[in-house]
């Protein structure tokens, strides 16, 4: 305990804050770039499971099969997977940019899932009336589906992508540098164990907590009436 | 000359016949009545028309043009000089009700915007909702619904008009407000197909009528007929049932 | 790309990667049992408790399910020698994954409890059944139905990601023998798309496991894709 508060001093130091501070900044960029990009993927593999048509039951397994394969690897072993088959092909790629990929590939599954749910939420009814008009299957998912399946998307979709943020900490076995991974250079330089970690989940927890809550906020008013007509409104600006 | 002729038109649901051989034919301005027990594929008739339910065999000709239901382009055309409304009227939640009106006939008819809304204003005005236009299904009642996706089909400006129970699913005080809708566009030449429980309105309206069961049409009769002096023994034993009150 | 897949290393060693798929289930096991205990605990005091307990259990929740395991258990590996505690490697993750399942489990749970009549309870409180008593006879049996399948998905998340977090600190479980054994030959693509293709297994086996359980005990149909 006197050791840590010997500590605190040269630990608690504007560079050291700095360096904390930067590295939590890379935590939300890889969190919000791979979320963002697999959520559009995840959107294109949706549509595409929905082909209908039988020459299209291959098409339809795989983006099943993915799903269902990459939700039940565990993240790290994605990253592991990515990496070296990075640098199968190129030497080039930055560590941020395969751990932005190895979180696209894993987002895409989970996220995949959400968004089917919510366009699985849109009454079928809607489809037909649709289909009936000679609307084709992309107009009625873009004009009539997603604007409906919206509400029910983005608050598991924000939720998914929050939590991320605490499984980025897994990428600092491969050296990105954000946030765990100064963690364990603070550690190695001596620093008490207690005192680094203590810390960083706490750098984690102000990254986190106010983003489940705001994300918990966007749910409840996304899903009143009331609160999808504004919701409406903002859209239709 | 038939406007729509109906051959022989089978559709199944999985390993059910739905729809064991229905013919029929209709002239242009014929308003036909299609009545029977639940279950006997009346709205099946209606759906495999727009290609809803997926015909298993039988041909449909719509003005001489022969619909292949196994052929998408095929099926378009059906759909582009048919229109249907349905029982629960299934309006775009996320539209307004003008913008539910002129969705289909700016972006799939590709006609010209202020045409369409001219044009989808003055059929609201006619189905009474012409102070609605901003609203959002959610905000209307059923019977407005309704009224809204008669405007919506009509604005297709379809060859038949196809209505699917849509007075089934509103309550009685509503009920009568849609029936006005419906006298009025009989009276004015539109090809009908008028699906519904409503005996007394198909009697007033409808120019022939025809009764299914179990995916067949067992009569087709005027109204008079039908209703009073039906030929076979099942239709007078349905017509029995229902007509005691 | 110019590599050429070797997968007879893999096959060579397969039995140790075995060894590291059953330590990896012995951990999910034990993770989950654990942590239900306390989450039971935790929901029985969140619905029942006093106020100050409540809050603690509402500390204990928030902090662990906003900051991520790999620090949680970190802090233990790196910090218990600190305060003069040598625990095995195992051990730290071990009750690392317990906390942690924990208050993911307190939340669930509670979510269970909170479906449950007072009336329920206070027939059973008029039969002289003590909280506990009315945990075991009354609760448990009435949410099993509801709260099944989220636990059964729950033990899944425990087992896979869980546990493969052991391996940054050097545990053997399935993750850990994949990296020691790719550091010997070097053939990482190929023991790391087995090890995926095993922890696809695993838990497809784990998830009809669970399934059947839960038709068989609680009458839940749980799904398994």
């Known amino acids: 305990m006197e050791r840590i508060i010997e500590q605190l001093p040269r630990f608690f130091t504007l560079d050291n804050m700095v360096l904390l501070a930067q590295s939590a900044g890379l935590t939300l960029a890889m969190t919000a770039m791979g979320c963002l990009i697999g959520f559009g993927l995840a959107f294109v593999l949706v549509y595409l499971r929905q082909t209908p048509g039988l020459w299209a039951l291959p098409l339809r397994l795989v983006c099943i099969a993915y799903v269902e394969i990459f939700r039940r690897i565990p993240f790290i072993v994605v990253i592991y997977l990515v990496l070296f088959f990075i640098q199968t092909v190129t030497t080039d790629a930055s560590l941020f940019t395969i751990a932005v990929i190895a979180i696209c590939i894993y987002a895409v599954a989970y996220t995949a899932d959400i968004i089917r749910g919510g366009i699985e939420s849109v009454a079928q009814t809607q489809v037909e009336a649709a289909t009936a008009m000679n609307f084709s299957r992309l107009r009625t998912m873009v004009t009539v589906v997603l604007p409906q399946a919206w509400p029910v998307i983005v608050p598991p979709a924000i939720a998914f992508a929050v939590s991320f943020i605490k499984d980025t900490a897994l990428v600092s076995q491969i050296g990105v540098f954000e946030l765990t991974f100064r963690g364990k250079e603070l550690n190695n330089q001596g620093f008490s164990a207690l005192l680094v970690f203590g810390t960083i989940a706490f750098c984690y927890f102000l990254m986190s907590f106010p983003l489940s809550m705001l994300g918990q906020y966007l749910e409840k008013r996304l899903g009143t009436p009331r609160g999808q007509r504004s919701a409406r409104s903002i859209r239709n600006g | ?245 | ?225």
């Open chain 2, 1 to 245: 000359m038939a406007h729509l002729a109906v051959s022989d038109l089978h559709a199944r649901y999985g390993t059910v016949d739905v729809l064991k051989g229905v013919s029929f034919s209709m002239k242009k301005g014929e308003v036909i009545g299609l009545v029977g027990p639940s279950g006997s594929g009346k709205s099946t008739v209606l759906r495999t028309l727009v290609g809803l339910t997926p015909a298993s065999a039988g041909t449909v000709t719509i003005n001489e043009t022969v619909i292949d239901f196994s052929n998408a382009a095929s099926v378009r055309l059906a759909r582009d000089q048919m229109a249907i409304v349905f029982q629960q009227y299934n309006l775009f939640q996320n539209m307004s009700v003008l913008h539910n009106v002129t969705v289909a006939p700016t972006k799939i008819k590709k006609w010209p915007e202020a045409q369409v809304r001219q044009e989808a204003e003055k059929l609201l005005a006619m189905v009474g909702l012409a102070d609605k236009l901003a609203a959002y299904p959610d905000q209307l009642s059923g019977g407005q619904q309704q009224r809204v996706a008669i405007a919506r089909a009509l604005a297709l400006q379809p060859e038949i008009l196809l209505l699917d129970e849509v007075t089934s699913a509103l309550d009685p005080e509503l009920v009568n407000e849609v029936l006005d809708t419906i006298r009025r566009l009989a009276g004015e030449g539109i090809s009908m197909i008028l699906v519904s429980h409503e005996m007394a309105f198909i009697r007033e309206v409808a120019d022939k009528v025809i009764f299914m069961d179990e995916g067949e049409v067992v009569e087709e009769a005027p109204p008079e007929t039908m209703f009073d002096a039906p030929t076979t023994d099942r239709a007078r034993d349905f017509f029995g049932k229902i007509l005691r009150h």
């Open chain 3, 1 to 225: 790309m110019n590599y050429t897949f070797q997968y007879g290393v893999v096959w060579d060693n397969f039995d140790v990667l075995m060894e590291g798929a059953w330590l990896t289930f012995q951990l999910g096991v034990i993770a989950f049992g654990g942590g239900a205990i306390i989450g039971l605990v935790g929901a029985a005091i969140k619905t029942y408790g006093p106020r100050p307990l409540r809050l603690l259990v509402d500390t204990y929740v928030v902090f662990i399910t906003n900051t991520p395991a790999l620090i949680q258990i970190y802090f233990l590996y790196f910090g218990l020698p600190e305060v003069g505690l040598r625990w095995s490697n195992e051990a730290c993750v071990l009750i690392g994954l317990i906390l942690n399942a924990g208050a993911y489990l307190t939340m669930i749970l509670r979510a269970g409890f909170l479906s449950v009549r007072k009336t329920e309870l206070e027939a059973g409180q008029t039969l002289g059944f003590s909280l506990v008593q009315q945990i075991r006879y009354i609760i448990v049996p009435h949410i099993a139905k509801s709260v099944y399948p989220a636990l059964a998905n729950f033990f899944i998340v425990v087992l896979v990601m869980g546990t493969s977090i052991g391996a940054l600190i050097g545990v053997d479980e399935l993750t850990g023998q994949a990296i020691n054994l790719s550091t010997i030959n070097y053939r990482w693509l190929e023991y790391f798309s087995v090890v995926a293709a095993l922890y696809v297994v695993l838990t497809f086996v784990a998830s009809i496991g669970l399934a059947l359980l839960g038709r068989w005990a609680f009458r839940v149909r749980a799904r398994i894709f």
